[in-house]
């Protein structure tokens, strides 16, 4: 079993809808949890960071994190074309001396 | 500008040849890192810097070597040895090792084996 698993997608919703993109993983020692967009042929850029459980948001973006689950969520609310892009999840055991563990990240794409 | 820049954005190489990607991050960040990325697959560390002077190896690095001579520079070398080398390759780096919350990526180098 993979350490952490994400659905490639693609996911294709319309204009306004609300996206719901997931990971589970399978290591419960993981206390990180950030989310990343990635647009196509560019370097990835962070969107939220949570650590351990509960809700984190940001905008129209909302991060949550569901530890005896072993599952994460970040939900795009009022979802634009602008929100297409590839969206990994990363997550670490412990800050500043253990790498990151990335999922495969999820193909979205919004339809106006 | 504070950022991370990676060159070149694209890059072809014959057989046999190494090639080196240059990263330069000028965010006064300690830790810096390479990852590679392939269609549909999520990132894979392949080495990986917290101070000057001193590196260490990733999931993938067979075939690849680095070095961290100044603090705002990690060049990435892919050796003949790497078999497969055609791949995104992406730059990172943070204020201090692995501190996630403040990672950072270049915008990429595209290598492709001709």
Redesign the interface.
Known sequence: QKE?E?D?GPLSVPEGAIVSLNCTYSNSAFQ?F?W?RQYS??????LM?TYSSGNKEDGRFTAQVDKSSKYISLFIRDSQPSDSATY?C???R???????V????TRLSVIA | DGG?T?SPKYLFRKEGQNVTLSCEQNLNHDAMYWYRQDP????R?IY?SQIVNDFQK?DIAEGYSVSREKKESFPLTVTSAQKNPTA?Y?C?SSR??????T??????S?LTVV
Do not use: D, H
């Open positions: 952490v994400q490639p990180y950030m990343y042929r560019k370097g990835p850029e962070l960071y990994l990363a997550m670490s412990s800050l500043g001396n253990t790498p990151l990335f999922g495969k990240g | 991370i990676q549909g697959q999520g990132l560390l990986y990733g995104f992406l990172a201090t090792g692995f501190s996630g919350n990672i950072y990526f270049g915008e990429g595209w």
